[in-house]
């Protein structure tokens, strides 16, 4: 009886053994993942029209695959797409092809620019899908902080002659700028004045004003101890998405502040699942005719 449970036991063991590499290898690594530096994809006299691109060197060129625009943050006057690298990396290994990118920042260039450059980097990926095998109706964005505000608009305000995007993460975002007090200066260098002096650009550039029912799905995160953006925020966004129906996921990152919410694997790792949730990978092209 001894023997029968030590050789059941065996068996399991090398089992398990031999099924953990199986599993590991399956998994890309950062050495599987291409980085193409310094992308032009507006105009080339503009430093900050340039995009990092992450996509995996083993990708097919018969299989179309989904993209993704990475939004930095740093409250739209600082801030690099390389802030973002871990993420890209992570997304890229997932199987999709990434495009982190600068835009233009404040106080230099006020607001609208900072979406303008956005639209921009959405009709280059567009434009170089096929090379790129990536299908231009399955592209998501994601942004965080400054960069969710963008992403959020990229998402409810699209621009017209461009596809849809299909699926946003929009992480602690200033999604209501009508919350903050009329005398405030701190978004007079985005918006060129308080809220009191120019409400209509305050409530112009907020995400909640241009949600509608034919939105896409959006996955929001906030850390429930950031004093920098309030969580009011996000939740004045998905109290929006609700009323009109728009799918999503609200997620509250419990006492972390706005950075730690940045970097918190849990929660990124849910953003990053939503994604492939609602952007199908591996979708093969059609055949020429």
Known sequence: MNRIRFLFVAVCALIVINAQPVEAQSEPTEADVKISRNVVYGDEAEPAHRADLYQLKTASPDILNPGIILIHGGAWFAGDKTNDILHAKRL?????????????????????????????????????????????????????SAGGHLAALLATNPKDGLPRIKAAVVG????????????????????????????????????????????PPVFLFHG??????PPVMSKAMRDVLEEKGVPFEYVVVDKKAHLMTFIDHEATEKSFLFLKTHLPTAVRSSSPK
């Open 172 to 215: 602690a975002a200033p999604c209501d700028l009508t919350l903050v007090p009329e005398d405030s200066k701190i978004l007079s260098s985005f918006l060129g004045g308080s809220r009191g002096k120019y409400p209509e650009r305050y409530r112009d550039a907020s995400p909640v004003t241009h949600v509608s029912s034919d939105d």
């Open 92 to 144: 890229a290994k997932m199987g999709f092809v990434v495009m982190a990118i600068n835009y233009r920042l404040v106080p230099k260039h006020p607001f609208p620019a900072q979406i303008d450059d956005c639209y921009l980097a959405q009709e280059w990926l567009n434009s170089h899908a096929k090379e790129l095998a990536i299908d231009p109706d399955h592209i998501g964005v994601w942004g965080y």
């Open 224 to 229: 429930s101890k950031d004093w920098l953006v």
